[in-house]
Structures are given as C-alpha cells and as structure tokens.
C-alpha cells in the first residue's frame, strides 16, 4: 500500500506516506490496495463516460455509481476489504456498460470507436487474493518515475479533490438535487487520469475545474439540504444529556438523520447528534422533531473515549470513522458509504433496528446540567441580519472578519486553530464552519454589534454558505471579495478539505491560511505556484498571523 491522500499521513513511518500494514488511519494494506483499484476501474468508466458524452450518450446511473465509489474512499469512511471487492466487480460491469454506450453512439454518429488502454482495458480479478496481486498496475503513484513527481503530485490533487467533490455530489443527489455539469466534470478529470497527462499546467487547469465543480456541488448540497429541512436559523442546542434511552447520530448526511429520527418517533429515545452532524439542530423540519435532544461529544478523533461512554447505539452516516473498540462494537452501525469489517451496515435507510438497539441498552440514567452553544448561521441567517453587519463594519464596531473552519484531527499543531479564534481582538467576528470548530465552539467569544461574536456556519460543505456572504457583502461595498476585511484560516485533513480548497483558488480568493501541514503530496513546485499563484499560505504562529491579517486589512 502506499495512501498520502490525508494530513495525517505525515505522522506515518515513511513521514510523508502511509506504507507497510497499515495507515495511520487504521486502512490496512489489502484495503487501501482494493480501494486503489476501484478508482482505477471507476478511471475507465469515465475514459467511457466522457466520449460518449462528447457524442450526446449518457449515464447516469453509472455517474452516480462513481460518486458513490469515490466516496467510500475518502478518509476514515470505509475499511471493509470485503466491500471494496463488490465495488469493484460492479465497477467493471459498469465500465462494460459504458464501453458499449460509447461505442453504440460512435457508431450512430458514423464514427469508429476508439480502441481504449490503461483503465479501460484492465481486467480486475474475481477475488481479493487475485486483486491484491495486481495492486501495483493501479497504486496512486505507479508511474512516477515516468511522470516525475510534480506531475504525480498535481494528479493527486486532481484524485483527491475529485473524491471531495464526489462526497459532496453524493450527499446531494440522495436528497435529489444533481447536477449534470458535476458529472461531466468529473467524467474530464477521469479520462485525464487515465490518459498519463504530465503537463502541470493543463493538470492544474483540471484541478481548478473540479473547484468550480465543487462549487457546483456545494450549491445543489445547500439546496438539497434546505430545500428538504428548510433554511438553518440560529438554534440554542443542548450540549450536555438529559434522562433516557439514546442514540449518537454522526457524520454529515442529513438524509439519514432524518430517517432515524422518523424511526424513533414517539418511542421515548433521544437522538444526539456527534460531530458534523450538531450544524443539523438548526433546520427546521428537523429540529421540530422534539426529541432530536442534543449533541453529544466533540469532533471525530475524540470518537473512541465518547462513544465507548455514551449508553445508546451509534450511527455513522458518513466520515469520519476510526476502529470501532471493543466496548461498543456491538452498538455502533455503518449507513451509506461508510463501512468496518464486522460492523453491521443499514443499505437500507431502514433504521428500526437502530431503535430496537436502543430500547436495550440503558440511555442516560440522569440528567446533566443544561448548557447550550448557538449555531445556525447560514447565508440565510447571516444575509438576514445583512444591513447590521454592514453598519457595524462601517462604524468600525467590526474590525474584521475571520474564517476559522475545516477540519479536525489529532495533530498537536491544531491548537493553533484554538489560539487564533481565543487571541482574536474583541472588534472582529469569528466565522466556523467543519468539525475544526469543536476546539473553541463551548468558548465564551460575547457578542459584538448584538451578534454572538462566532457565527457557526454549518459543515464543512457550508463553505458554499460562507462563500455567498462574501459575495453579497463584497457587492455591498462595491469591492472584490479579496477586498474585504476578510481572512481565511482554513485547517484541513481529508479530501471534502481539498476540494474546497481548490472551489476558493477558482474563485479567485486569495491569501487564504492553510495547516496544520501542506499536503504531502504537493511538491515544494506545487506549492510555489499555490503561494505566487494564488497567494496560499501555510499557517504559522497564531497572534503573528492575527496581526498580520488585520495589517493586510
Ligand atoms: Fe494514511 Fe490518511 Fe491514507 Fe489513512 S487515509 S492510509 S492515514 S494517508
Ligand atoms: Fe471533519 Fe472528518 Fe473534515 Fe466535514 S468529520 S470536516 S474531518
């Protein structure tokens, strides 16, 4: 195996990739090598896929299958070997399907198809023995010494935020909002993939593609989202447990806590929300169900001490997953992409057993003291109280504003993301949005121009939100958003972080913080062009930064 796809890859053996049994994540090698295949499979698909599409034929099944596919690939989603053989023996399918697709539109169109290599011709064996074997003709970094290592990193980029964007794609079209400009794009980058392209710069132009598609995802996710539970208006959500049988939803679709929270209706059994799950109390349609209770625990690294205490069963809708210990592996269930060996799975959306699980075991047998945080911040909330914003900022009540979002994780370096939300001057607003935030969202900021001094946006996906205030707060100064008293600090971890990423470098907005750590697979030319290009920064130490940020206002 080899996987470099996330931050915490550096604290692996090798320092800059995981490699030998098993990632720092816990994937080990048969798995990470299974889910190199699939990607590779799911390329030939899209070599397919994109010139049939180039000749008016479409899939779309197959397009959702590859959102689906790429998904549960991302960090920390899915770790069931098992699974990834299924996937891959349907992606082959689905490339046969769209092999003749194509094919069939050539030859309506009086054209004679091409004879297509690389992925399209694979042939994936039946089993996990023989798949393994072939582990090699598919690893990330197979052609390295033909492609050189900027080349190789620039794929990666494109890889990873091509997993990004099919996360958030997929979240999307479960609650029925799709988009055909996403699966076109994402066919493109495929077929790049597949066809060896070196040129840095073409592949960055790719990789800037995927940001606007990502864009384009992040749009049809809000719009699924509020479209289905309404727009996020600001909520006091409990954060400590009151009396009775539980359960812990966590990850980031919607979908399914909804229909849990269908399935445990009237039965006398709250459900807590975990992680990126908590910005889900702010919907209306959901938070009018009266026992959607709480949220439990902090971000996903903490999972295993929490999750191990709370006395209910636990759903995991979506990343992020690590090894499930004994003392609540009997408790803990996998829904969509997310997968463990052994782990029971809803494919379903059919969550009754989830209820059962919890009407056994014993909920919280007292209540906690009450204490609550506020979220619900979204474009609509914020845009709403618009011309007070406005106000404040031209009467210099606010200073200025701080994007501090993205991801968590358990590098010591993320108490920079603390520091710099706790040392930022009392005359600037705090924007949050990902699972980063649980390391200062129960601090007391105050308020400032009679708004919470932290405005909680939402999921990491909610960057679409944050993005839209930009936009219509830099149009009412008349100024780009790169213009506005307006920094970004933004910390990552898997590859949802990546995608957004490059939709910010697409849209042009500049100087935005970047850490704990570069992403290893960036080499230092990569970055160079990140930091001239686009201004990118690695982060530093956090008052330096905070200074620095309010002199460049
Ligand atoms: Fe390592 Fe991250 Fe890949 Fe897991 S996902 S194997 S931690 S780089
Ligand atoms: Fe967190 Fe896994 Fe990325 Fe949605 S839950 S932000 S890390």
């Known amino acids: 195996m080899f996987c470099y796809q996330c931050e915490q890859t550096y604290r692996s053996d090798e320092g800059a990739g995981c490699a030998g049994a098993k990632g720092m994540c816990g994937k080990d090698a048969t798995t990470a090598d299974l889910q190199d295949i699939l990607l590779y499979v799911c390329e030939g698909v899209g070599q397919y896929l994109h010139r049939a599409r180039l000749l008016g034929a479409t899939d779309i099944e197959a397009d959702r299958f590859i959102l689906f596919a790429f998904f549960t690939t991302l960090t920390n989603v899915n770790f069931n070997a098992a699974k990834f053989v299924e996937l891959i023996q349907q992606a082959s399918q689905i490339r046969d399907r769209a092999k003749a697709l194509y094919e069939d539109a050539a030859r309506a169109a009086g054209k004679s198809p091409e004879t297509l290599s690389g992925p399209a011709s694979f042939a994936p064996a039946s089993d996990m023995a023989g798949l393994s074997a072939q582990a090699s003709e598919a690893a990330v970094r197979k052609d390295a010494a033909i492609l050189g290592e900027d080349a190789v990193g620039a794929r990666?980029?494109?890889?990873?935020?091509?997993?990004?964007v099919c996360a958030y794609a997929h979240h999307a079209?479960?609650?029925?909002?799709?988009?055909?400009?996403?699966?076109?794009?994402?066919e493109h980058a495929l077929d790049m993939l597949a066809r060896e392209e070196r040129d840095v710069a073409t592949l960055l132009d790719e990789a800037l593609a995927l940001g606007r598609a990502n864009f384009l995802a992040m749009e049809a996710l809000d719009?699924?989202?509020?479209?289905?539970?309404?727009?996020?208006?600001?909520?006091?959500?409990?954060?400590?447990?009151?009396?009775?049988k539980a359960i812990l939803v966590s990850g980031h679709d919607l979908k399914d806590l909804h229909a849990i929270l269908e399935a445990t209706k009237d039965k006398g059994i709250n459900v807590y929300t975990h992680g990126e799950m908590l910005p889900a109390h702010s919907y209306p349609k959901l938070k009018a169900y009266p026992h959607l209770a709480g949220n439990y625990g902090g971000a996903w690294q903490e999972q295993q001490k929490e999750f191990a205490e709370?006395?209910?069963?636990?759903?995991?809708?979506?990343?992020?997953?690590?090894?499930?210990?004994?003392?609540?592996?009997?408790?803990?269930?996998?829904?969509?992409?997310?997968g463990w060996a052994?782990?029971?799975?809803?494919?379903?959306?059919?969550?009754?057993?989830?209820?059962?699980?919890?009407?056994?075991?014993?909920?919280?047998?007292?209540?906690?003291?009450?204490?609550t945080i506020t979220i619900g911040f979204g474009r609509e909330a914020v845009l709403g109280v618009a011309d007070k914003v406005i106000d404040a900022v031209k009467s210099g009540a606010i200073r200025h504003f701080f994007l501090v979002g993205g991801c968590d994780g358990a590098a010591p370096g993320r108490n920079y993301y603390t520091d710099f939300a706790d040392e930022a001057p009392k005359d600037t607003v705090i924007l949050t949005l990902g699972c980063g935030k649980y390391r200062f969202n129960k601090h007391d900021f105050g308020t400032i121009g009679g708004l919470p001094r932290l405005l909680d946006m939402g999921q990491c996906n909610d960057a679409y939100s944050a993005?839209?205030?930009?936009?219509?707060?830099?149009?009412?100064?008349?100024?780009?958003?790169?213009?506005?008293?307006?920094?970004?600090?933004?910390?990552?971890?898997?590859?949802?972080?990546?995608?957004?990423?490059?939709?910010?470098?697409?849209?042009?907005?500049?100087?935005?913080?970047?850490?704990?750590?570069?992403?290893?697979?960036?080499?230092?030319?990569?970055?160079?062009?990140?930091?001239?290009?686009?201004?990118?920064?690695?982060i530093g130490d956090?008052?330096?930064?905070?200074?620095?940020?309010?002199?460049r206002a």
Not at 156 to 162: E, T
Not at 357 to 369: H, I, N, R, S, V
Not at 482 to 501: D, G, H, M, R, Y
Request: proline content about 8%.
């Open 156 to 164: 990666a980029l494109i890889l990873y935020g091509l997993k990004g």
């Open 467 to 538: 993005l839209v205030v930009a936009t219509k707060l830099a149009e009412a100064f008349g100024v780009g958003v790169n213009e506005l008293p307006l920094s970004l600090i933004v910390s990552w971890f898997e590859q949802k972080a990546a995608a957004v990423l490059l939709t910010l470098l697409a849209l042009g907005v500049r100087n935005v913080r970047i850490g704990p750590t570069l992403p290893a697979f960036l080499t230092p030319a990569l970055v160079d062009v990140l930091v001239q290009k686009f201004g990118v920064q690695p």
């Open 542 to 551: 956090a008052k330096s930064d905070i200074a620095a940020s309010l002199a």
């Open 223 to 244: 719009a699924a989202n509020t479209g289905a539970f309404g727009a996020p208006t600001p909520t006091n959500v409990r954060v400590t447990p009151i009396k009775g």
């Open 173 to 186: 079209r479960v609650l029925g909002e799709e988009r055909d400009a996403i699966y076109a794009t994402v």
């Open 310 to 338: 709370f006395p209910g069963p636990i759903v995991m809708t979506s990343n992020c997953l690590i090894e499930p210990q004994p003392r609540y592996r009997g408790r803990i269930f996998t829904a969509g992409p997310v």
């Open 342 to 371: 052994g782990v029971r799975h809803i494919a379903d959306e059919n969550f009754a057993i989830v209820a059962q699980a919890a009407q056994a075991l014993p909920g919280f047998t007292e209540d906690a003291p009450e204490k």
